[in-house]
Nanobody, 125 residues
Framework: QVQLVESGGGLVQAGGSLRLSCATS????????MGWFRQAPGKEREFVAL????????DYAISVKDRFTISRDNAKNMVYLQMNSLKPEDTAVYYC??????????????????WGQGTQVTVPS
């Protein structure tokens, strides 16, 4: 069983920045594709960003592209989401997720095997 623990959420004014962190208990962290998802009140969980096992390939939802950056440190079993130029529509609970099976990393939440408990990001309008 792999445990994921997110941190770094909070309240930030529009235009501000936050850095989310996700600590994992995975013994072989480099075997996992990692993703960030978010869920706003009354909405379905949606893809935000992903990073491949080696960290060489990233992918972003169009709504966050050029504002958010996903990265990972395989030596520390950590994945990060740097969020800049935050907007009220970014308000959501952000979840870290791990996938060890997929050959091709996926934006689909159903592909991911392990999830964190989430961290709240609030950007007031």
């Amino acid at each position: 069983q792999v445990q994921l623990v997110e941190s770094g959420g909070g309240l930030v004014q529009a235009g501000g920045s936050l850095r989310l962190s996700c600590a994992t208990s995975a013994r072989s962290f480099s075997y996992y594709n990692m993703g960030w998802f978010r869920q706003a009140p009354g909405k379905e969980r949606e893809f935000v960003a992903l990073i491949t096992r080696s960290g060489t390939i990233t992918d972003y939802a169009i709504s966050v592209k050029d504002r958010f950056t996903i990265s990972r440190d395989n030596a520390k079993n950590m994945v990060y989401l740097q969020m800049n130029s935050l907007k009220p529509e970014d308000t959501a609970v952000y979840y870290c997720a791990a996938d060890w099976k997929a050959v091709i990393p996926s934006r689909r939440a159903a592909v991911y095997d392990y999830w964190g408990q989430g961290t709240q990001v609030t950007v007031p309008s």
